[in-house]
């Protein structure tokens, strides 16, 4: 069971400026393209039908490894690119990663690197 409430006056007005999905009738969630997991395996069940998986959020990226997805952290910050070195994930710090040539070349780097470690 979740229980919440909607932020109310100027919060509310913050958020929804930032574009984000809080209310059904946000085009994100009309068009079916939010996902809400309650539990981890369902989570998991989900990344594994991807190819890739790339991101800001370190916990959203090892739940992408966990399930068999390759992964690459857009390291936001130091401590960020320091857990993924420790845990030794896949990670980017390049302040120009969000240029689309830049990621391309971050996959492929990534899936080499995979597919040495897998034939060794």
């Known amino acids: ?8 006056g100027k ?11 809080i209310t059904l009738d946000h085009p994100l969630i009309r068009s079916d393209r ?16 991807y190819d890739f998986s790339f991101g800001t959020r370190i916990h959203g990226n090892i739940a992408a490894l966990l399930a068999g997805t390759p992964a ?12 993924a070195e420790y845990h030794e994930i896949h990670a980017s710090h ?9 990621c391309h070349h971050a ?5 080499l690197e995979q597919a040495e470690q897998g034939s060794s």
């Open 94 to 102: 390049d302040q120009q990663h969000r240029e689309r040539r830049r």
């Open 11 to 21: 919060r509310m007005n913050a958020v929804a400026a930032k574009g984000a999905p």
């Open 1 to 8: 069971m979740l229980y919440g409430s909607y932020p109310k």
């Open 34 to 49: 939010v996902r809400f997991f309650l539990d981890p395996k369902t989570w998991f069940d989900h990344l594994a039908q």
């Open 107 to 111: 996959v492929r780097r990534v899936r």
């Open 72 to 83: 690459l952290l857009l390291a936001h910050d130091s401590r960020t690119l320091e857990l």
